[in-house]
C-alpha cells in the first residue's frame, strides 16, 4: 500500500533506493550491520524489502514494542518473547511450504432425531 504508515516490504513500492538496496544486500553476510539514519527516513522499509527480495529467513523485531516507558528500560523477558513469537511463525510458514497446497475440509452435519 503507497500511502501507508507501515514500513514498505516490496522492492516494487519502495521509492528511490536503489543504491541503498545494492549496498545492503552486498552486506548482508557480514556479521553487523548498523543502518542509521533520521527518524521515519525509510530504514525498516529498506531492510525488510530487501531482505523480502532475497530468499534468506529473517525476523524483524522493533525493539519499542517492547520498550518500557516507566522505567524507560527494554524488559529482557519481553523482548525474549518477541524474538520467539516470531520464530515461531517464521518455522510454521517454512513448514507450510513442504506441505501441499490443498486443504480438505470435512462437514458433519447432524440431523434431528
Ligand atoms: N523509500 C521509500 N519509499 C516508499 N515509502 C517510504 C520510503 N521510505 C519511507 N517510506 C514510508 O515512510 C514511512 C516511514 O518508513 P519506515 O518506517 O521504514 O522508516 P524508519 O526509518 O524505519 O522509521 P522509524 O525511525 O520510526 O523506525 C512509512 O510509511 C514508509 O512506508
Ligand atoms: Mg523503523
Redesign the pocket.
Known sequence: MLF?????RSLK?????EEEVKKLRDSLNERMILLL??????????VLSTLNSTDINAIFV?VRKVFDNMSRKVQAEKLYEEIYSSLLALSRKEACKGYPTKVGVLLRISGKN
Open positions: 501507508s504508515t507501515e514500513p514498505k513500492d519502495l521509492f528511490d533506493r539514519g533520521l527518524r521515519r527516513i525509510g530504514k525498516s522499509s529498506l522493533d
